[in-house]
Every structure is written in structure tokens, then in C-alpha cells.
């Protein structure tokens, strides 16, 4: 066995994947009874994010890859869980119009902008009276169903084991690992916030986040993402997904009042059409302080590898980071500097 992965989440089943791609052998460790924040995951992918709608950090990196990346899995995993849709982002002043008129001809942004309206688009469904700018290259992946189909692909090759993964039972020697009779090179630990108080990774310095978010039904006909303090996605049928609450403090995964008054309260901000809420979900993802990913080797431990600190962005910087530890392992190229656990080794 190649690899040993624990945890099949967004993060643990994009690298298996990429590592079989690569030749390798996996065998992946997933306990159904815990939390999986991937499987209520917005599934957001945006290139201009945040209050200030800047291009998110290493976009053209990662949505080159992503874009071309998630139509191959589709194709690989036989199911269609990639939304390539726009997203609109209402502006909220004349000021910010005028900004994106000109930004919008900039090349480090001018792929990423389908249209800059410098009046009202989508005026029937939300309030947007200085106009709104509509995004290329974004939309949103069905993780749930990118999760269910990426199981069955592992089990296929009997490279799944629905089962918790205890780090006690780790064998480490000179140049491999053993877990329960299975000898590979590494132990890759891709589970989230749940390597906090594990005796290898407990010491990164992730920062959980909870998110909740809102399911609503609606009669409204939504082509599009809206997308301005709260998301709304439309998942067909008059489903969408609304999202969402950043707690650090209360990381326990049960759904609040708190965060649901948050989330209707922007909505109605945002929204002009009539809804009803169906229910609403909880989960703590996997932040960290730099908001960077956290990804490399245990700075004593060689044969185990950390691939974790996605948080809110993991759709969109998974696989490019994937295929980045592929190529460390497989063919003993880099990673980035910004993301390499080894800028955290003085934590160890």
C-alpha cells in the first residue's frame, strides 16, 4: 500500500483521487458516525470574495485548475455534481460601480467579469439599485453528492474502510508507517478539525469555524447566485442553499436561533421574492489563523503528512493543492511556501 488517507471529506477524497490518478495505491479511513462539514458545505466557488470584492488569494492558480479539474472527476466518478454558474454581487454604493468600471478592464481581473451592470439586472429578485457585477469562472460543487460518488469509486477498489482511525494503533518506522497489519509510505491526515488533541497534528494551529445555513423553497426562478452578505443558491426545484454564520467560539454542530435570525436577517437585506425556510444545517470547518492551507510533513515523524486548513474556501483550494502534494510525493517537486506546515514548525 502507497498511501493510508484518514477521513473522506472534500480534502481526503480529491487527493485519493489524484493519487490514483498518479499510480498510487490508498486505503481510506472513514468513520460515518463523525461530523463531516464537507457533506453541508456551501460548495461555493467565487473569484472575488470578501467585503471588499477583491480577487481571492491565488485565484488564477486555482481557477485554472479547478475548472478544467472538477469536469474530469464528473467524467471519472460517472455522476455531475459541478454548478457552472454566475455569480451576481449587487453593489452597494455609486462608488463601488465606478470602481468595477474600471476594474473590470484590468487583466488581473477582466477573466473573471462577465459584465459589470451600472444599473439594475436582477431588480425583480434583489436590491441592487446601483447595479451589480456578474462573475465568470464561479458557481458551486454538490459536495454531498461529490462525497457519495467518490465513496462508491473507493469502494470499487476496496480502498475504503467505514471506520474510525485510531492514531494509537500507528506503528512509525524508518522510512514507512503501519496501521492494523497495513505497511505504506505515509499516513496522510486530511480530517479536519478533528486532528485538534490528536497526539501528531494537535499542535497545527487551526482555528474551527462554525457555519450554519439555511435551506428555503421559493417560487422565484434563480439563474443565477446571488451573493452579498449571505449566498443564495439555487439547487433546482425551488431549493436553496443560504449561507452563511462564522462562529469561533460555540463549535459544537448543532443549528441556532442566533445564527438563524443572522442568516434571515441578510437574506431579507439582500432578497426581494417570498420564501419559506425548510431547515437549517451546521458544521465546523477546518480555518486556520493565516487562512491558508497547512500542508506538509510532521517535522519529526516523516512518514506522516498533514493536508488540512481549507476552511470556508476548500472547494476552490483543494485541488490545486491535491495535485500539488501528488507531485511532492510522487515525483519530489515542491509546494508553496505559503501553505507548507514547515511555517509552523516552531509550534512543535
Known amino acids: 500500500?502507497?498511501?493510508?488517507?484518514?477521513?473522506?471529506?472534500?480534502?481526503?477524497?480529491?487527493?485519493?483521487?489524484?493519487l490514483i490518478n498518479a499510480g498510487c495505491s490508498v486505503m481510506v479511513f472513514d468513520d460515518p458516525s463523525l461530523s463531516n462539514s464537507s457533506k453541508?458545505?456551501?460548495?461555493?466557488?467565487?473569484?472575488?470574495?470578501?467585503?471588499?470584492?477583491?480577487?481571492?488569494?491565488?485565484?488564477?492558480?486555482?481557477?485554472?485548475?479547478?475548472?478544467?479539474y472538477y469536469p474530469k472527476l464528473e467524467s471519472q466518478l460517472d455522476s455531475d455534481f459541478l454548478n457552472d454558474i454566475p455569480i451576481y454581487r449587487p453593489f452597494i454604493s455609486a462608488e463601488e460601480l465606478n470602481e468595477w468600471m474600471g476594474k473590470s478592464a484590468d487583466i488581473d481581473y477582466s477573466s473573471y467579469v462577465q459584465k459589470v451592470h451600472n444599473n439594475s439586472a436582477y431588480g425583480n429578485q434583489v436590491k441592487d439599485d446601483f447595479g451589480g457585477i456578474l462573475l465568470n469562472q464561479s458557481g458551486f460543487v454538490n459536495t454531498a453528492k461529490l462525497l457519495f460518488a467518490s465513496a462508491a469509486f473507493l469502494?470499487?477498489?476496496?480502498?475504503?474502510?467505514h471506520e474510525y482511525f485510531d492514531p494509537s494503533d500507528l506503528r512509525l518506522e524508518e522510512g514507512y508507517a503501519e496501521y492494523k497489519g497495513i505497511k505504506c509510505k505515509s499516513v496522510i491526515f486530511c480530517n479536519g478539525h478533528k486532528s485538534l488533541g490528536q497526539q501528531y497534528f494537535g499542535w497545527i494551529p487551526l482555528r474551527p469555524v462554525k457555519g450554519e445555513l439555511l435551506m428555503i423553497k421559493t417560487d422565484e426562478d434563480l439563474r443565477v447566485i446571488h451573493n452579498r452578505g449571505v449566498f443564495v443558491i439555487p439547487l433546482g426545484n425551488g431549493i436553496c442553499k443560504v449561507g452563511s454564520t462564522y462562529d469561533h467560539q460555540n463549535l459544537d454542530e448543532n443549528p441556532t436561533i442566533e445564527a438563524k435570525n443572522v442568516l434571515v436577517h441578510k437574506l431579507n437585506e439582500l432578497i426581494k421574492f417570498p420564501y419559506e425556510i425548510e431547515y437549517q444545517l451546521a458544521g465546523v470547518r477546518p480555518a486556520t489563523k493565516d487562512r491558508k492551507p497547512i500542508i506538509g510533513q510532521h517535522p519529526e515523524f516523516k512518514s506522516l503528512i498533514s493536508f488540512n486548513g481549507f476552511g470556508t474556501k476548500g472547494v476552490s483550494l483543494i485541488?490545486?493543492?491535491?495535485?500539488?502534494l501528488t507531485q511532492l510525493l510522487t515525483e519530489a517537486s515542491s509546494i508553496d511556501d505559503e501553505v507548507n506546515i514547515e511555517r509552523f514548525f516552531s509550534l512543535y
Open 155 to 161: 469502494n470499487g477498489k476496496n480502498s475504503l474502510k
Open 1 to 18: 500500500m502507497d498511501y493510508i488517507l484518514v477521513g473522506q471529506g472534500l480534502a481526503g477524497s480529491i487527493l485519493a483521487n489524484h
Open 319 to 324: 485541488p490545486y493543492y491535491a495535485m500539488q
Open 40 to 68: 453541508i458545505a456551501g460548495g461555493l466557488y467565487n473569484p472575488v470574495t470578501g467585503r471588499k470584492m477583491v480577487k481571492t488569494w491565488n485565484a488564477d492558480n486555482l481557477f485554472n485548475y479547478l475548472t478544467a
